[in-house]
């Protein structure tokens, strides 16, 4: 039995990898594997406004924002969202709270002007930054609900006057976020909603109208917008394990009960980091992901000890990012209570483990 | 019994699907997912590696060029290849032989300066346009090998003492082509290569070399071969679908093999639409693609008719492009000759059958 904590990609429901392969073979009885479909069948593009409707509903985005299906990742966005929204002349407020955003600062830097408005980078990301002044004239504000390398989660989000744009690629769906709060929030598939190789894109048509200048095609939000994602030859099977994976989220209760279950997953692993004498977590208290979970040992030493003691009792990507180190636990919607329980368990041996050799030495 | 003549995404080998199914549900008996692993799992980079090796060992890839996996199709290529290589100040030479060519000059257009030096755009593209004066201060020269929609195909690449560039989506790996003529090729993968959601690049490093300008990293081909396309999370199973289906391709006898055997059954087909006094083809014969065969009917009313009836018969995906019209029967590597005797077989019936239905009139 493997316990898969990976980071992203990262574990899927059983029943969703069990449609997901017999899609591969023959889908639906079509006589055809849904590798091999057009994504002009109408039997596709259903897929695609299935899916688009799940996300509405699970998220419960207002009429008023499109949701899109585009590629290349949360990376892309990082300059797709200034290609769009920041011009030479213009500036936007970034917040520093993680390697991602520090990229997404990068990315920008090439459109417009970028003012950092907060950072943590001082202090090795270990809690979200407070946010300082962002004037009027702000194009729009950049956050990460989650950073998934560092294990610090936003729980609340400013007004500030200006446009609110979101990076929650590892915390979309694992638990109740207003998406009306923000104007456009956006997401790699490849934590709670499905397989790499896709990005979701919730906008608000508003922000999209103030776009007067010319944008390329594939970097242009309104040509997904007005061709229902499908301007050119969509990630197909990444489209339609997310709507097999959202369908199985609403058949579970949706966001706000795997939200609950998120809640009592990482409570049951934080209290045994602060138990055992052997563990610290790496995130301040206040802003920890319910997420990710990052902790390391007070002996560094012994890291690797325990990752072979974890790996040989089936704990899978619990090793933590290599510019963090220690470990991380990622606590998706697909996995169960009982993953966490044997880690926790798992945690316990070692101790026991770790004083018997102590006794042995 | 489907025969799939779809333009892509597109029929695969039955024995790729039958393995790309199994990797869902548990990939080489890892107990996971092949969805469900981290993108830097060391049995996932052996999978990068394996395909690259794959590439350069089926096109014969010279060594120094390097072979990518992007996301966003041939479409995002459309820009990339300008934000590259073409400044404000430069022109770039374009044939307009097809409308994906007329799209990738529409895109370059916002990057630099455009010289349409054919095109074939007045006779409906039925042919490849001649290539007129291409100076020798242009940044690029840029041409696409198969027109997917109206089925046309160029068989020579001209040596114009400039980077010639081309989109070769739909013809790669169907025929052999000499990749050293070329300075970078691209293709979307969901034809002859794998699943949608994966786009190939092979590009000498002599013309990275060029690149003098800051490009936006996800834009930026040098970040790429720099981090063997995982700069960032990439489209993970797409990768692995086309290492199988490129294994399948060598196990097969290679390019040189699957020419021989596409160059047959485009040979039945196009014998057949000549002798069947109810369809023309569509393409000049000169220029007749092997991959898209695009062909009529004399009666257009007929045209419907004539596709239920085919339909009947299991052929799927013929009817041509919404703005082509007519019938459009694809023959990639995966689409075996029965498939195409079956076609052949149903226009003899259908001809039969419409000599039947005149004599009762």
Redesign the interface.
């Known amino acids: ?2 316990h ?1 904590f ?7 429901p059983a029943s969703v ?2 449609q ?3 899609a ?2 023959n889908w639906d009885n079509s ?3 849904i ?5 002009r069948s109408p039997k596709f593009e259903e897929v695609v406004q299935q899916t688009e409707e799940l996300v509405r509903e699970l998220l419960e985005v207002p009429e008023d924002y499109a949701v899109l299906f585009l ?6 966005q ?2 797709m969202i200034p ?1 769009n929204f920041l011009q030479k002349h213009q500036k936007a407020a970034y917040l520093d709270a993680g390697l991602f955003g520090h ?1 997404s600062i ?2 920008a830097r ?2 417009g002007e970028v003012e950092v408005v907060g950072s943590s980078a001082g202090a090795a990301y270990a809690m979200v930054p407070e946010i300082g002044t962002v004037t009027k004239d702000t194009a729009y504000f950049h956050c990460t609900s989650n950073n998934t390398i560092e294990g610090t989660e936003m729980f609340t989000f400013p007004d500030l006057g200006v446009p609110l744009i979101c990076d929650m690629s590892s915390d979309i769906f694992s638990r109740v976020i207003p998406i009306e709060q923000f104007d456009l929030v956006y997401a ?1 598939a ?1 934590k709670n909603m ?5 990005t979701l894109v919730l906008v608000k048509n508003e922000l999209l109208d103030t776009v007067k200048h ?6 242009d939000y309104r040509i997904y917008r007005d061709n229902q994602s499908m ?8 489209i339609y ?1 997310a709507m097999l994976n959202l369908r199985w989220l609403k058949a579970n209760g949706g966001v706000a009960q795997i939200e609950k279950d998120n809640i009592a997953k990482a409570a049951m692993l934080y209290a045994e980091i602060e138990r055992n004498p052997l563990f610290y977590g790496m995130a301040d208290k206040a802003h920890r992901s319910r997420v990710n979970v990052c902790f390391k040992m007070h002996d560094l030493a012994k890291e690797d000890d325990f990752l072979s003691f974890a790996a040989e009792r089936g704990m ?2 619990i090793k933590g990012y290599r510019t963090a180190g220690g470990f991380r636990a990622s606590l998706y919607n697909a996995l169960q209570i009982d993953s966490v329980k044997a880690l926790v368990a798992c945690m316990q041996d070692y101790e026991k483990h770790s004083l018997l050799s102590y006794g042995n030495n």
Not at 71 to 76: I, L
Not at 214 to 219: A, G, N, Y
Not at 231 to 236: A, E
Request: charged share 10%; aromatic share 8%; with cysteine.
């Open positions: 039995m493997k898969n990976g980071a992203g990609p990262c574990i899927l990898l069990e997901a392969a017999q591969v073979k006589g055809l594997s590798l091999e479909v057009s994504h590629q290349g990742g949360a990376s892309t990082f300059s290609q990229k990068k990315e090439y459109f790699g490849q499905g397989p790499a190789g896709m010319p944008v390329p095609s594939m970097s301007f050119n030859t969509p990630p197909v099977y990444s394990v899978v990507g």
